[in-house]
């Protein structure tokens, strides 16, 4: 297969990350005959600083021109620390989402068995929990009408028709390959947003009678998720809501650097790490490549390339089993291991 990768690094952990992720992907390629090349393209605070947008018109044509989107993260403390800064770098990954269309984005929450000791939950609770969260990606608060002065501020979180059944179709469609229970995870009793939402899914449920829908306002989801994670399969909400969920799931896993994502819509997918850029570690080699080399196995698995992407994922669980890890999920007394030479470790494993 021809591919052709464009990598966004962007910011902090970012370029170290994705370096890794870009090596993975030629290792395989090469193993498995593909032909694979990359453009790299700005994105996020290292391009405000080059060219003023956090998204520049040459990235997004990098992105149009590509297969796939290789990301990394975005983000840098200098502007998280001006609230009235109007050029942020995270809008660069909102307009990338946006102009490409991505309306879903899978994020898988799963648990490693030699990792179960390093979740904070107990190991007996989170052993087996395996669930997706479909976010809905281009709508809700962080896109509607916004407005902001010293005494007043407002973000919009409008859903329209259209948006609420393509994503429940998504999640309808994983739903059906995993273990068929869908949970629809809203703020009904409080936000028409939600009941819209949940009257939709309402609506579409009886067309899907293999799959059980259930539904759960969303402060009763975060608890769930952290008191039984085993409840879920597939788990559908909108932006803001899947946003925050997320980073919870990540601590089923034992650390944010483990849950990769894909987002998919009508334009060129991009796979991505769930974390951000962890500006204070940016240049450590501490930073963990795993989020990152697991969206390149995410990223292969789109494409129908089941074995290239089961072949990582082994070489990604004979690290951690290997104790080949960075240093938040290393055992006591284990080497250190840093971004590259975890990095390394893997690639040799996929040789
Ligand atoms: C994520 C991130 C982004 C988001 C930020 C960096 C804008 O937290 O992908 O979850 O909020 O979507
Ligand atoms: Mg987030």
């Given amino acids: 297969m021809n591919l052709k990768i464009a990598v966004l690094a962007g910011d ?13 992907m030629k290792t395989v390629c090469a193993k498995f005959g593909h032909n ?49 800064a109007t050029v942020r770098p995270e809008q660069g990954l909102l307009a990338m989402r946006k102009k490409l269309g991505l309306f879903a984005n899978i994020r898988p929450v799963q648990t490693f068995k030699c990792l179960l000791h390093h979740s904070p ?52 469609e994983y739903a059906r390959q995993r273990r068929r229970h869908l949970t629809v995870v809203d703020k009904a009793n409080v936000l ?19 799959v059980t829908t259930d539904y759960m306002f969303v ?18 909400t909108e932006n ?16 944010m650097g483990l849950l990769p994502s894909a987002s998919i819509g009508t334009g060129t997918p991009v796979f991505e790490p769930i974390h951000g850029s962890w500006p204070q570690a940016a240049g450590l080699n501490i930073a963990n490549p795993l989020a990152q080399i697991l969206s390149v196995a995410m990223l292969f698995e789109h494409f129908g390339l089941m074995e290239e992407g089961a072949l990582i994922r082994r070489a990604v669980d004979a690290s951690l089993d290997a104790c080949v890890r960075t240093p938040e999920i290393q055992v006591v007394g284990g080497l250190q ?8 470790w893997i690639v040799r494993q996929l040789l």
């Avoid at 939402?197 to 067309?207: F, K, S, T």
């Avoid at 899947?242 to 990540?250: A, F, N, P, Q």
């Fill in 192 to 210: 028409a947003s939600s009941r819209l939402w949940r009257q939709i899914a309402q609506e579409m449920a009886p067309r899907y009678p293999d």
């Fill in 12 to 24: 902090g952990i970012g370029p170290e990350i994705s370096t890794v992720g870009v090596e993975v």
């Fill in 36 to 84: 694979v090349s990359f453009e790299y393209a700005l994105c996020g605070a290292a391009a405000i600083d080059q060219t003023g947008d956090p998204f520049p018109e040459a990235t997004y044509e990098a992105c149009l021109r590509a297969d796939a989107v290789l990301f990394s993260a975005v983000g840098d403390p200098k502007y998280d620390n001006d609230p009235t």
């Fill in 121 to 172: 939950l107990r190991a007996e609770l989170v052993e087996g929990a395996d669930f997706l969260c479909i976010r809905e990606l281009t709508g809700g608060m962080y896109f509607g009408e916004k407005y902001q002065d010293n005494d007043r501020a407002y973000d919009t979180n409008l859903y329209t028709r259209p948006e609420i059944e393509r994503i429940l179709k998504v999640a309808y």
């Fill in 219 to 236: 402060d009763n989801a975060a608890m769930r998720m952290i008191q039984d994670p085993r409840f879920f399969d597939v788990m559908v």
């Fill in 337 to 344: 291991y840093g971004t590259r030479e975890v990095g390394r």
């Fill in 240 to 255: 803001t809501f899947g946003d925050i969920l997320t980073d919870e799931g990540s601590v089923i896993s034992g650390s």
